[in-house]
């Protein structure tokens, strides 16, 4: 089945919790803090895998999550790390990560960092000091990054065939590569692309084969809307037109159809090398339309037949020539270009009151409240010294806290006290 869309929640690895332990060897009496830090949570990667031409596997688990780290132990033992995990799609994805475009995987064996692990916790036996020598403060590990991911597909091929349904393009995909497509004599037979990969006089190049467009494709009418994307990285397209009358339909408005599609879907389309081929020229009604085809249009064109192979190697030879031509425009340069980031300066914390509750909020202060383990004294009050000396209780007081007032941190309350 082909799936070229998919959305997936990521959640990288938590790091583990930091060891409280002192050594207790007989002949040592003071033996001090030996707890390990916690291991580092996996991360999660995208790696563009050329053998992949589907997203199908990540429509059917949406929700996936790296291993944690382990808790340090005792002697100075740190955690195991957390496995990473990496997620292999196809070549051409673009990656939306939290709705905003993060990455364009073109190139095989590109390998990209989406979601970070948390850190593992310290244990005690960071916290030593000269004048803490025996410190009971150990961290939790830090939580991994999560995000909602969005994956659209765009199939990386340097010839993409269009035309109306029935126009021959799947006969002439499997004339020309060892494609086997779906062929059928009524429209609509190919309900996804299909890829080819073409070796004609020693130059290799893929073809992909776009389901049948139809008028109004561009307002989301028929399957034309949804592929068409998938030609947007190819530097030739092949326009199909079946010279036949098939239906009854005029050959010269069926050329005009599809070219006024491409026109509305994307400016960029038409300035790709088009090359204008006349199929089925094998059926009987077939030189009548031709004759009626060349009175509208001046342009260069093609005359083949899929079927018999008339005139594929003639085909084959002018496809080859424009794709060693430059293009007006980069390949790439129709696709939204992914943004440089600007990073913009915040302060540790910002506090805002609601409903009589003073809301303390920050990255810093929601991360030190995260890994804070509130059942020890000390840890507890390392946390309170931290946020003084970062300004939090001069910034509570000036917005008008009293004795007693409520402190909100992340999902935790705390009592404000001098």
Known sequence: MFIDKAKVFLTAGRGGDGCISFRREKYVPYGGPNGGNGGKGGDIYFEADPHKTTLLDLSYKTEIKAPDGNKGMNNDKFGRYGGDLTIKIPCGSLVFKNGELFADLKTAGEKLLIVKGGRGGR??????????????????????????????????????????????????????????????????????????????????????????????????????????????????????????????????????????????????????HLIIVLNKIDLPDSKKHIVNFKKHIKK???????????????????????????????????????????????????????????????????????MTKFGEDDALRRYQNILKKMGVETELIKKGIKVGGIVRIGGFEFVFEK
């Open 123 to 272: 244990g005690n036996a960071s916290f030593k000091t000269n004048k803490y020598t025996a410190p009971r403060i150990a961290e939790k590990g830090e939580p991994g990054e999560s995000a909602q991911i969005n994956l659209e597909l765009h199939l990386i091929a340097d010839v993409g065939f269009v035309g109306l349904p029935n126009a021959g393009k799947s006969t002439l995909l499997s004339r020309i590569s060892a494609a086997k497509p779906k062929i059928a004599d009524y429209p609509f037979t190919t309900l996804a692309p299909n890829l080819g990969i073409v070796n004609h006089k020693g130059r290799n190049f893929t073809a992909a084969d776009i389901p049948g467009i139809i008028e109004g494709a561009h307002f989301g009418k028929g399957l034309g809307l949804e592929f068409l994307r998938h030609i947007r990285r190819t530097k030739v397209l092949i326009h199909i037109i079946d010279v036949s009358g098939f239906d009854g339909k005029n050959p010269y408005k069926n050329y005009q159809i599809i070219n006024n599609e491409l026109k509305r879907y994307s400016k960029y389309l038409v300035k790709k």
């Open 300 to 370: 260069k064109f093609i005359m083949i037949s899929a079927v018999t192979g008339e005139n594929i190697d003639k085909l084959l030879d002018e496809t080859v020539k424009f794709l060693d031509k430059p293009l007006k425009i980069a390949p790439e340069e129709e696709l939204e270009i992914v943004p440089i980031k600007n990073y913009i300066y915040e302060p540790d914390f910002k506090i805002s009151k609601k409903q009589g509750v003073f809301i303390v909020s920050g990255a810093k202060v929601e991360k030190l409240t995260l």
